[in-house]
């Protein structure tokens, strides 16, 4: 009987699924190395502020800081408020500590209602409106719910939160490295930087802030 013989054939070197950088890489600002035109960034926009906070809370414009331990934290929030079809990018400095946790809150009505001064004087994450990144361990957490995120962050470290109001998301960077999507479809509002502190010797200062719109 005739033998059968397999054809031998040399593997061709397999297509790399990586893609390049320039496809892959996003920058601390969340947007895509293609220039996404859609969006137009606001010039001449100030550094935004802390323009509240909790009683344990010491806040000078760009900085907030606290001398004491706060067992249930204390919340502080920044001026800028963003809208619909708005995209906000805050880069925080972590100065000291790293039991903090930093993000956003959908804000209703006036900072000085009740509402919102229990908001303060407390951690905002507890809240249904709050979405933190906590700095410890790097998790998020809302409405006093936490799941794993991202990377920890600490005393030196740079915070990116970015804010996109048109795709309803919220996500972190940082030291320029992205952490991905940490909250989606986020609901319509007024958002604000917000961050709160559970223990003495903590204080983060605002770098940065730059605002686009559609």
Do not use: H
Request: net charge positive; glycine share 10%; with cysteine.
């Amino acid at each position: 009987a005739a033998s059968s013989k397999k054809k031998l054939t040399t593997p061709a070197a397999k297509k790399s699924k990586v893609p390049s950088k320039k496809s892959a890489k996003k920058s601390a600002s969340g947007d895509d190395e293609k220039k996404d035109d859609a969006w137009t960034e606001r010039e001449n926009v100030s550094k935004d502020s802390w323009v509240a906070c909790g009683p344990k809370l010491v806040t000078e414009k760009l900085t907030v800081s606290t001398k004491t331990n706060i067992k249930d934290g204390n919340t502080a929030f920044g001026k800028l408020c963003v809208k619909n079809k708005m995209k906000a990018v805050w880069e925080v400095t972590v100065k000291q500590g790293d039991n903090i946790g930093i993000g956003v809150c959908n804000v209703n009505g006036a900072l000085s209602t009740a509402k919102n001064k229990k908001l303060l004087s407390g951690s905002f994450t507890n809240d249904i409106a709050g979405y933190g990144y906590m700095g410890k361990d790097g998790g998020k957490q809302r409405q006093g719910r936490y799941k794993k995120y991202g990377q920890s962050f600490k005393s030196g470290d740079k915070v990116s939160v970015i804010l996109d109001m048109s795709g309803k998301t919220l996500s972190f960077a940082v030291n320029g490295q992205d952490q991905g999507d940490a909250f989606k479809n986020l609901p319509s509002g007024d958002y604000r930087l917000a961050l709160v502190f559970f223990e003495k010797s903590s204080k983060v200062a605002i770098s940065k802030t730059t605002v686009y719109d559609l």
